[in-house]
């Protein structure tokens, strides 16, 4: 169920334009399980899923992973328009 929540809000939200469609449907896909966990009188901790002991060093955490992810993203770009990746297709192929 929390499958098709997800894969129904990732196809809905790309054909209705809506930015980072795989942001909502994971946020919907979230939502369900949730739910799901509710009906079932469960909780997230039970499942070993708790939330973190200092909210500031898990945010600190997420913007830096955030950051990594955005300089390997410039970097593979950098590359790109220097020529890089082409020459490594290159010498790739020959061997």
Same mark, same amino acid.
């Given at each position: 169920?929390v499958?098709a929540?997800?894969?129904? +809000?990732? @196809? #809905?939200?790309?054909?209705?334009g809506?930015?980072g469609? %795989?942001t909502? !449907?994971? #946020?919907c896909?979230l939502?369900?399980? &949730?739910?799901s966990l509710r009906? !079932? /009188?469960?909780r997230? *901790?039970e499942? /070993?899923?708790? =939330?973190p002991?200092?909210?500031? @060093?898990?945010l600190?955490?997420?913007a830096? #992973?955030y950051? =990594?992810? !955005?300089?390997?993203? %410039?970097?593979? /770009?950098l590359? *790109? &328009?220097? %020529? #890089? @990746? !082409? @020459? ?6 020959? +061997?």
């Amino acid at each position: 169920m929390v499958a098709a929540a997800f894969v129904l +809000t990732h @196809i #809905l939200a790309r054909k209705f334009g809506v930015p980072g469609p %795989g942001t909502w !449907a994971v #946020l919907c896909a979230l939502a369900v399980a &949730s739910w799901s966990l509710r009906r !079932a /009188g469960m909780r997230w *901790d039970e499942l /070993g899923m708790r =939330a973190p002991e200092n909210w500031w @060093i898990a945010l600190a955490w997420v913007a830096a #992973l955030y950051a =990594a992810a !955005a300089l390997a993203k %410039g970097a593979h /770009g950098l590359a *790109d &328009s220097l %020529g #890089l @990746i !082409a @020459i490594y297709a290159r010498i790739a192929r020959v +061997t």
